[in-house]
C-alpha cells in the first residue's frame, strides 16, 4: 500500500481538552455575531442589509465632505461617500445608502439625486 507520510503516531486523546477550547471558542464567536446581526450593531453592507448604491460624475468639481452635508441634511444620515480616483473620470463618487422604508430602490434614487 501506499503511504504518503509513514509511521504517524498523533496522541488525538491527549489533545482533546485543547480541541474543545478550540470549538467552544470558536463556537462562542458565533454567538457573539449572531447577536450583533440580531441587535443590529454589525456593520453589513448593502448587500445584507439592503439600501441603495449610485456611482456618477459631477461635471463641476465637488468636496466630499460637501456632498455628505447635503446627503445628511436630505435626510440620509448613514450615507457612506466614497470619492474615487480615477483617470479616465474627474469628481466621480459613491454614495450608499441604507434605507429600508423604500418599497423599491427607484424611490431611493429618485430622492437622492434631488437632493444633489
Partial sequence: MFRIVKETTIDFIGHR???FMVSG???LL???AFAMVLLDKANMG???AGGTMLQGS???PLDVSDLRNAITAGGFPEAY???LQRHDTENAFIIRVKETDFSEDERAITRVL???
Fill in 81 to 83: 461617500i466614497q470619492e
Fill in 46 to 48: 448593502i448587500d445584507f
Fill in 114 to 116: 434631488s437632493i444633489i
Fill in 25 to 27: 471558542v470558536l463556537i
Fill in 58 to 60: 459631477f461635471e463641476k
Fill in 17 to 19: 481538552r485543547k480541541a
Fill in 30 to 32: 458565533g454567538l457573539f
